[in-house]
């Protein structure tokens, strides 16, 4: 297997693979697949799942019950699926090393990445199923979540570990009439979303004697907004923690924020579609009204104000994925990138990284060793 990154597995993820439906054995450091070879083990299935999730290594050369013939180490070689932590790889596959992953880089073992790059590298999606048993993505994702009985468990362990539709298209949703629904072109957000806020503007600008005042008011607004965007990303689309541990939960999880950790380069489901925009936004109207219901001008003006800092906070976060930008954004896009390869349960603020670092949640960059 020259050439291809294998990733890392922590031993209970192993020891998790223990049935006939997915069974993962080790051998020292190195993880194997025996699922498609349980029924043609000569002596039974049932001697391997005796072994399923655990080292076999002693079993193999063990000369009272069974010593095994070079054939079956050359099944196991063809069953390989990846590395424990801490592994060597490098006499695996000429390629590999430190933890498994390829030109000498260090892999981050929960999302299978060493660096930014790692993102727009093509998954290889047969080989992809069959080591994690997740998601097929030659075939629509949203029924596989909702019929494939994944615990939480599994599901964010897999849904934070990213993945790359090939040639950088968009993997299928729903594989129907309602595919174009789900996709967003960038360009969409401002056509859609800056006319209305222009003419909220022009409506509660009668009720200001002084276009400073509602200038203030409007730049209150956009300050609430980036904590809204904290909030929202750390607490709705990270709902980690509290997801409820049943399909609704997890299906909802994933077409909210799921997807995205999970095919974090496709460019069209980077941006927010507008009907679900819609009924994120008409709490808000409703909240912005009832915090200044002594004037109705105000109210507008500062949700106005909200209203763009989503608009800068969509087209930002699609160009921190893939565009080049000025220097400052560079850090910024690092930064953002970093939440998705190496600590997705920090690093929350798009824009600005102010809230990050006020409630604590901040990246602190790991240094990637390289030999």
Same mark, same amino acid.
């Given at each position: 297997?020259?050439?291809?990154?294998?990733?890392?597995?922590?031993?209970?993820?192993?020891?998790?693979?223990?049935?006939? *439906?997915?069974? &993962?054995?080790?051998?020292?450091?190195?993880? +194997? #697949?025996?699922?498609?070879?349980?029924?043609?083990?000569?002596?039974?299935?049932?001697?391997?799942?005796?072994?399923?999730?655990?080292?076999?290594?002693?079993?193999?050369?063990?000369?009272?019950?069974?010593?095994?013939?070079?054939?079956? +180490?050359? %099944?196991?070689?063809?069953?390989? %699926?990846?590395?424990?932590?801490?592994?060597?790889?490098?006499?695996?596959? =000429? *390629?590999?090393?430190?933890? /498994?992953?390829?030109? /000498?880089?260090?892999?981050?073992?929960?999302?299978?990445?060493?660096?930014?790059?790692?993102?727009?590298?093509?998954?290889?999606?047969?080989?992809?199923?069959?080591?994690?048993?997740?998601?097929?993505?030659?075939?629509?994702?949203?029924?596989?979540?909702?019929?494939?009985?994944?615990?939480?468990?599994? &599901?964010?362990?897999?849904?934070?570990?990213?993945?790359?539709?090939? =040639?950088?298209?968009?993997?299928?949703?729903?594989?129907?009439?309602?595919?174009?629904?789900?996709?967003?072109?960038?360009?969409?957000?401002?056509? %859609?979303?800056?006319?209305?806020?222009?003419?909220?503007?022009?409506?509660?600008?009668?009720?200001?004697?002084?276009?400073?005042?509602?200038?203030?008011?409007?730049?209150?607004?956009?300050?609430?907004?980036?904590?809204?965007?904290?909030?929202?990303?750390?607490?709705?689309?990270?709902?980690?923690?509290?997801?409820?541990?049943?399909?609704?939960?997890?299906?909802?999880?994933?077409?909210?924020? =799921?997807?995205?950790?999970?095919?974090?380069? #496709?460019? &069209?489901?980077?941006?927010?579609?507008?009907?679900?925009?819609?009924?994120?936004?008409?709490?808000?109207?409703?909240?912005?009204?009832?915090?200044?219901?002594? #004037?109705?001008?105000?109210?507008?003006?500062?949700?106005?104000?909200?209203?763009? /800092?989503?608009?800068?906070?969509?087209?930002?976060?699609?160009?921190?994925?893939?565009?080049?930008?000025?220097?400052?954004?560079?850090?910024?896009? *690092?930064?953002?990138?970093?939440?998705?390869?190496?600590? &997705?349960?920090?690093?929350?603020?798009?824009?600005?990284?102010?809230?990050?670092? %006020?409630?604590?949640?901040?990246?602190?960059?790991?240094?990637?060793?390289?030999?």
């Amino acid at each position: 297997m020259p050439g291809r990154t294998l990733p890392t597995f922590t031993a209970a993820q192993v020891a998790s693979h223990n049935s006939a *439906k997915s069974c &993962y054995v080790t051998v020292g450091r190195k993880v +194997y #697949d025996v699922t498609d070879f349980l029924d043609a083990h000569p002596g039974g299935s049932d001697l391997v799942l005796e072994y399923a999730g655990k080292d076999v290594e002693d079993i193999l050369k063990d000369e009272a019950s069974h010593a095994h013939s070079e054939a079956a +180490y050359e %099944v196991l070689d063809d069953s390989l %699926v990846g590395f424990l932590d801490g592994t060597n790889g490098a006499a695996a596959n =000429g *390629k590999a090393t430190a933890n /498994g992953a390829a030109n /000498g880089k260090e892999v981050n073992p929960r999302t299978g990445m060493s660096s930014e790059e790692d993102l727009s590298k093509d998954t290889d999606i047969a080989n992809d199923f069959k080591t994690h048993k997740f998601l097929d993505l030659s075939k629509p994702l949203l029924m596989q979540v909702w019929y494939g009985g994944f615990s939480k468990e599994f &599901y964010l362990e897999q849904v934070h570990r990213p993945r790359h539709y090939r =040639g950088g298209a968009s993997a299928p949703l729903f594989g129907n009439f309602l595919e174009p629904l789900s996709k967003t072109p960038w360009w969409l957000i401002p056509i %859609v979303w800056v006319p209305p806020v222009l003419y909220g503007l022009y409506l509660s600008s009668e009720g200001f004697d002084s276009k400073i005042t509602q200038a203030l008011w409007w730049v209150s607004g956009l300050a609430i907004w980036t904590l809204l965007e904290y909030i929202l990303h750390r607490f709705l689309f990270h709902l980690d923690e509290w997801l409820p541990d049943n399909r609704v939960g997890l299906t909802t999880h994933f077409l909210l924020h =799921g997807i995205h950790h999970y095919l974090p380069m #496709d460019k &069209y489901r980077l941006v927010m579609p507008p009907t679900l925009f819609v009924a994120l936004a008409t709490p808000f109207w409703k909240l912005a009204h009832t915090l200044f219901y002594w #004037d109705w001008s105000v109210a507008t003006t500062v949700y106005c104000g909200g209203i763009f /800092g989503y608009i800068c906070y969509d087209l930002t976060h699609y160009f921190l994925h893939h565009q080049n930008l000025p220097l400052w954004y560079k850090q910024l896009k *690092k930064y953002h990138l970093e939440h998705h390869f190496l600590d &997705y349960q920090n690093g929350f603020g798009v824009t600005s990284r102010f809230w990050d670092t %006020v409630f604590g949640t901040e990246l602190q960059p790991r240094v990637i060793k390289t030999q």
